[in-house]
């Protein structure tokens, strides 16, 4: 059974646990208890791997579509004994001023239209194994057995019917899977007020957000989907909710990505701050804490379990089919052993701005100062020595790597304005850093005769995560080196309208498609040395090719106009926010 094109896969979630649902009813990935748990619906990845399907009885698929500025998913059914609707979401909202995000994944199903014939499976599996676990069937619910807690289905829809015949729909009908505390009170009542309220809490949530003058709906979508992308029990933020979905079919690239990376935490945390809101950066800060504290000498991994452990070990599950039967499919990442000198720089530009902020008084500890003085001095240190950059390319190089000396420079820089304010002390010694990188960097990765940064030191290859000497402010807007590097780089990197990331043959072949976020890192680029005309078309000519439901996996395929790559993907979600506000112009030229 071929697997749902993820332009058909809606994302829900709660801060706690995720689940993708697609246009014909299925719940095809739900990791539980928590994003990097092993999985009780699989099918996204092999059709033998567990499923939860709502959809009528001749299989046909429905339309799909969030409800306004939430993350309650509907899906429409439309045959010739009538329609219905799925609303499918987790649990979200504030209780006695904490938050509440049980994890419970909750599925109304409404009648619209005629009496439509409905099936109902719930088919979990026990994780990466896909045993099946042993039933026990009470009166209004059915108890998976196996599983380390309590794993029960409650539903009002008459047990005999689930997993057989198709039945008649006659009115509204609730089911709610429950991972530990099963529901011990009125199944409608608890389903319409959970639904009301977290209807209600991504409301609220995004009144609170602040967005660009254009491109708000792609914007407000993608805040959504990245604010699903916290675990916010540690302050972790995960890459993405998918492992192995490929980057392009054959590729063998198949990661697994429901981890926090330190940089990708970054880059949303970066977003957010665009967004107006601030609380995901105040948790991760506790988050890193917690892993600093555990690393002698801050000699610190890519990433993380959403625990703050290192249980990371990379393995390949031959007995899973893979996307698309295209594997291998894996659980754990090897990157996560990996040297990559850049993540010290990106700790410094997540936490600076705690310090040059007056709201985060209460966050300008001695602390935290500490951590990050340390970081800076670190990312400092480390500057110049190989190691596997921001693309983690897994054989060993002895090149050194622009964009890790990059954000080495960034480290210094940022650290030096911080210590202007707060430890007049160390501003000499930051500056003298800062000057002394940015100096190096302009003589070793600048190449005359290519016109453009090179991707490490006196090389000659191209990668767009060079567009970052433009945006993090390397160069003046209006130094020539600047727009001929993006010139440069979009003239060796674009493919109709779409940026590689880059060309040149890695561990694992030439990449065959785009990298979703080097088209906004261009989009950004452009506005930054003033071509926002520019820069805005391009965003539009990508608006255009999003899908319905606005999400977007990590790489696209201009060819075939399809997304593919781990599914959502924070860093595909944090580009377009940050491009969107780059390309509009400010609220008070419009208003």
Not at 231 to 252: C, H, K, N, Q, Y
Not at 277 to 284: C, I, K, L
Not at 296 to 320: F, K, Q
């Amino acid at each position: 059974m071929p697997s749902v094109n993820l332009e058909k896969i809606g994302l829900i979630g709660n801060c706690q646990f995720s689940a993708l649902v697609g246009a014909d009813g299925e719940v095809t990935w739900c990791c539980l208890p928590r994003f990097d748990s092993p999985p009780l619906f699989g099918s996204l990845l092999d059709p033998d791997a567990g499923s939860f399907l709502i959809a009528p009885a001749d299989g046909s698929e429905g339309t799909q579509r969030y409800l306004e500025n939430t993350n309650v998913l509907e899906t429409r059914f439309s045959g010739p004994d009538g329609s219905f609707r799925v609303l499918d979401f987790a649990p979200r909202f504030t209780v006695h001023e904490r938050g509440f995000r049980p994890t419970k994944l909750v599925r109304i199903v409404e009648p619209l239209e005629g009496t439509p014939r409905v099936r109902v499976v719930c088919n979990p599996i026990r994780g990466w194994e896909k045993t099946r676990p042993e039933l026990e069937y009470g009166s209004n619910h059915i108890n998976f057995l196996g599983y380390p807690t309590t794993v029960r289905l409650t539903t009002d829809i008459p047990i005999s019917y689930i997993g057989g015949p198709a039945f008649a729909l006659s009115q509204k009908r609730h089911l709610v899977l429950s991972w530990g505390a099963p529901v011990e009170e009125p199944l409608q009542p608890l389903c319409d007020r959970f639904l009301d309220s977290t209807v209600a809490y991504w409301v609220r949530w995004v009144k609170h957000c602040d967005i660009p003058t254009l491109f708000q709906k792609e914007v407000i979508r993608s805040a959504l989907a990245l604010k699903l992308h916290c675990f916010e029990d540690t302050g972790a933020i995960v890459a993405s909710m998918t492992t192995s979905i490929p980057e392009s079919l054959g590729s063998g690239r198949t990661w697994d990505y429901r981890y926090c990376w330190l940089r990708d935490a970054y880059y949303v945390l970066a977003a957010f701050e665009l967004l107006g809101h601030f609380e995901e950066r105040e948790q991760f800060l506790h988050f890193i804490l917690t892993v600093a504290s555990s690393a002698a000498d801050l000699d610190l991994a890519p990433l993380y379990r959403v625990d703050a452990t290192l249980d990371l070990g990379e393995s390949e599950l031959p007995h899973w089919a893979g996307y698309e039967g295209s594997g291998p499919v894996r659980k754990g990442n090897a990157a996560a052993e990996q040297v990559q000198h850049d993540i010290y720089g990106e700790l410094v530009l997540s936490l600076a701005p705690l310090f040059m902020d007056e709201r985060f008084r209460t966050d300008q500890t001695p602390a935290t100062l500490s951590l990050l003085t340390r970081l800076a001095r670190k990312a400092i240190a480390v500057a110049g020595l190989p190691d596997a950059g921001i693309w983690e390319y897994r054989a060993e190089t002895s090149a050194t790597q622009t964009f890790s000396v990059l954000m080495s420079w960034a480290a210094a820089d940022r650290m030096r304005a911080v210590a202007e304010r707060h430890a007049p002390e160390l501003v000499a010694e930051f500056g003298e850093a800062a000057d002394r990188l940015r100096d190096e960097i302009l003589e070793r990765a600048w190449n005359p005769e290519r016109g453009s940064f090179t991707s490490s030191y006196d090389g000659a290859d191209l990668d767009a995560a060079m567009l970052h000497v433009v945006t993090l402010r390397l160069l003046a807007p209006d130094d020539p080196r600047a727009a001929s590097t993006v010139d440069t780089l979009r003239a060796t990197l674009e493919d109709s309208g779409w940026m590689y990331r880059y060309r040149a043959e890695d561990d694992f072949g030439t990449p065959a498609i785009p990298f979703v976020i080097c088209t906004f890192w261009l989009v950004e680029a452009l506005a930054r040395i003033g071509r926002v005309e520019e820069s805005r078309d391009l965003l539009t000519r990508v608006q255009a090719k999003l899908p319905a439901l606005g999400l977007m996996s990590e790489d696209y395929d201009p060819a075939e106009g399809r997304f593919w790559g781990n599914f959502p993907q924070a860093y595909s979600h944090v580009g377009m926010i940050r491009a969107a506000f780059a390309a509009s112009p400010a609220w008070h030229e419009v208003l």
